[in-house]
């Protein structure tokens, strides 16, 4: 069944990069009131080892509170409760994709690298994105065709192209039947050929990271849409390449994640792929 909520050509990409920041600092506000009283917090076991709070449900509420006013009839992919559509399913029209607190277990634990990660698609395609860095208020935003900037300052990958010099990021498997093996091999054929690896705990801060050249590549094996929707646009607009392991254009579902600078996609690629 194909839906049909908007009409696509009723919102331009900067309009709905607006409705894209006014909901992410709706949930950052919900978040910041959590991180005043982190102690008291309860966390609720998705699947073993990954946690959601009332912090992740509130926000994500209010972030579809702001939307649905200024898009009525958008269709929502969410990360916990309030999705209108199925991981996989595609629409006609306007969907938002929402992780509200990328970076969970980090925040819980007082780590301070989680973010509001916010996308919007028309038709299937990516048309604009925020990431919004809350404990450091930095924000990251793109729109198609219309490059991407960090607080007003355009955004460029890295020009590093030496592997020994490159520093990559990445996620570590955490939840039940994640093929450790496979991370640990690739891990070290990268660890020996490169400045060094890091895991900072947030995919969309991972993909803002290579976006703003922090990072010289980034890669998981397995990814959810919310996880990597606005990174994904990100990284594109800031002149970079996001694929899959098997070198498919990278697609907003679940999904394993290659993005890097072009010079160095490459290489990193054929790291990652060898056995």
């Given at each position: 069944m194909t839906l049909q909520p908007t009409h696509p050509n009723q919102f331009t990409a900067e309009f709905l990069l607006d409705a894209l920041k006014a909901a992410a600092a709706a949930a950052a506000e919900v978040i910041r009131d959590g991180e005043r009283r982190r102690g008291a917090l309860v966390w609720r076991e998705k699947t073993a080892t990954d946690f959601v709070s009332e912090i992740d449900m509130t926000a994500e509420a209010r972030i579809i509170a702001v939307l649905a006013e200024r898009v009525p009839g958008a269709a929502f992919l969410a990360e916990e409760t309030a999705s209108t559509l199925a991981a996989e399913q595609r629409v006609r029209g306007v969907t938002f994709v929402i992780d509200p607190l990328d970076g969970t277990t980090n925040f819980l634990h007082g780590v301070l690298e989680y973010a509001v990660s916010i996308a919007a698609l028309v038709d299937d395609e990516l048309a604009a994105g925020v990431v919004l860095h809350v404990p450091r208020d930095e924000w990251y935003s793109a729109t198609r065709g219309g490059?991407?900037?960090?607080?007003?300052?355009?955004?460029?990958?890295?020009?590093?192209?030496?592997?020994?010099?490159?520093?990559?990021?990445?996620?570590?498997?955490?939840?039940?039947?994640?093929?450790?093996?496979?991370?640990?091999?690739?891990?070290?054929r990268l660890m020996t050929h490169t400045a060094g690896l890091r895991r900072p705990g947030s995919a969309s801060l991972d993909l803002a990271g290579v976006a703003c050249g922090r990072?010289?590549?980034?890669?998981?094996?397995?990814?959810?849409?919310?996880?990597?929707?606005?990174?994904?646009?990100?990284?594109?607009?800031?002149?970079?390449?996001?694929?899959?392991?098997?070198?498919?254009?990278?697609?907003?579902?679940?999904?394993?994640?290659?993005?890097?600078?072009?010079?160095?996609?490459?290489?990193?690629?054929g790291k990652l792929g060898q056995h």
């Open positions: 490059g991407a900037s960090c607080d007003g300052r355009r955004l460029a990958v890295s020009a590093i192209d030496a592997p020994d010099r490159a520093l990559i990021a990445t996620g570590f498997p955490f939840k039940g039947g994640d093929n450790v093996d496979t991370y640990l091999g690739q891990m070290r990072f010289d590549g980034f890669w998981e094996n397995l990814l959810a849409p919310w996880d990597i929707a606005a990174g994904i646009l990100l990284v594109r607009e800031a002149g970079g390449l996001v694929t899959t392991l098997d070198g498919a254009p990278c697609p907003v579902t679940h999904t394993s994640v290659v993005a890097a600078n072009l010079g160095m996609h490459p290489w990193l690629m």
